[in-house]
């Protein structure tokens, strides 16, 4: 048993004497959760769905404790899903511009002229909700078109592809939406807001750069959209100095042909030349069971192998020998950086050992995994085998917004109490963390002073939890 430790992910780690007698606390609250678990199984959060979980893990001190701690670095998150629901419905909707077209059985929100919503009725979201007899009840339907939960509860047991329509529909509702220049801008700083307040010090965001429009129906490209996210960006560290930064991994639907992935390609290029500290990668995005896998883009990234940073989901699929579950073989052969959720990596020994020799990182999204149906309970999650052997992981959140949760410290507590071992306490997530930091796209140099900044935010963690400031709700 202790040989296996060492093998996992945190058995190397060094414990100052502070960290063992803060690791001593929280192991003892995770132990006397377990316990109660095997007790009253039919209430223990670690087993459960999110939606069902989510009031019971705002309840445990373990998750107080991982909610205060220094996360470090989010490497997957799609950037027009990061946010609550709930934010968007309270502040964008409340805007004098929000409206809503209903057109062919589709609903979406959007900021544009009313002659915008072809073959369908444009209503403006205020008027709306003026003249409705509930406003709770409105706004609550409002949010159901952009969050999960909010729909029928069978959505915690159907099959894979109609919950990825499900989820897909949402990004149309608020494609348009945060299309217009101000919202666009107003959702961007909520971002950093949210994430930076759940302790998370970095980011770098998918983000397809569609174009923007403002009230003037002025449009602008994708060097204007990196432009404007990288102003805000700047903006939001020099009110906060903590906050490290936020970068771009400019993503592409799997949808697309081999032209326009060409094409895409060498706009990657170009945002890349303009905006060499923002611009760090790209991705190809979607449903991989029913989408195109990455070898039918094999030509295009083959050309651009040697002068684009790939940092590519994979793997995100039950299946075994499948397009998708290949994709991972694609991914690491095109020399992909990170790999995003890397699900079905466990099904191949020997590619997993290739992984770990290069040190591509697996970015692990738990509640996403959970929610859009790979599995059900997340201790029966891939990743357990991936800690048992100290695969390299960084933990995401992928759409947190889409699924009532706010930032990564749910996503945490899933991986503290159901991938980790029992015996896995302050060694692991100070790992977790810290190479959080190892497998991001920044220098050195910035990694340097970004370390120095987490070091003290850490040891004022460990010392809080000493001081008990954590065991009181």
Sequence with gaps: ???????????????????????????????????????????????????????????????????????????????????????????????????????????????????????????????????????????????????????????????????????????????????????????????????????????????????????????????????????????FKEKNPDFIGAKVIFSKHRGMDSTVAQNYLKTYNRLKEEFPETVVGFDIVGQEDINKPLSNFIDELQQYKKSVSYYFHAGETNGYGNDADLNLIDAVLLNSRRIGHGYALFKHPVLRKIVKSKGIALEVCPISNQVLRLLSDLRNHPAVSFVSENLPLVISSDDPGFWDSIGVSYDFYYVFMAFAPRTAGIGFLKQIVWDSVRYSTLTSNERTSYAEILQQKWDNFIDAIIEGKYNQM
């Design 1 to 235: 048993m202790d040989t296996e430790d060492q093998h996992a992910t945190g058995g190397h780690a060094f414990l100052t004497s502070k960290e063992s007698k803060a690791n001593e606390i929280l192991l003892q609250y995770k132990n006397q959760s377990i316990s109660d678990g095997i007790e009253h199984p039919e209430s223990y959060a670690p087993g459960m769905h999110f939606f069902n979980a989510k009031p019971l893990i705002d309840k445990s001190v373990i998750f107080r404790i991982l909610k205060a701690m220094p996360k470090g670095s989010i490497l997957h998150l799609h950037n027009s899903a990061a946010v609550s629901s709930r934010w968007v419905i309270k502040n964008l909707t409340y805007r004098s511009e929000a409206k809503l077209c209903d057109s062919e059985g589709k609903t979406i929100f959007t900021a544009r002229s009313f002659k915008s919503c072809s073959n369908g009725t444009l209503q403006n979201i205020p008027a709306m909700r003026l003249q409705n007899d509930s406003v709770q009840a409105f706004d609550l339907w409002l949010e159901s078109l952009i969050n999960l939960k909010l729909r029928e509860s069978d959505l915690m047991y159907v099959d894979m592809n109609t919950i990825w329509v499900e989820f897909e529909q949402m990004f149309t509702v608020l494609k348009d939406f945060l299309g217009y220049k101000p919202f666009f801008e107003a959702y961007a700083n909520r971002l950093l807001r949210e994430f930076f307040e759940d302790n998370v010090m970095y980011l770098e965001l998918r983000m397809s750069l569609s174009k923007l429009y403002d009230s003037d129906e002025k449009i602008y490209d994708e060097i204007e959209v990196v432009r404007t996210m990288a102003e805000i960006v700047k903006s």
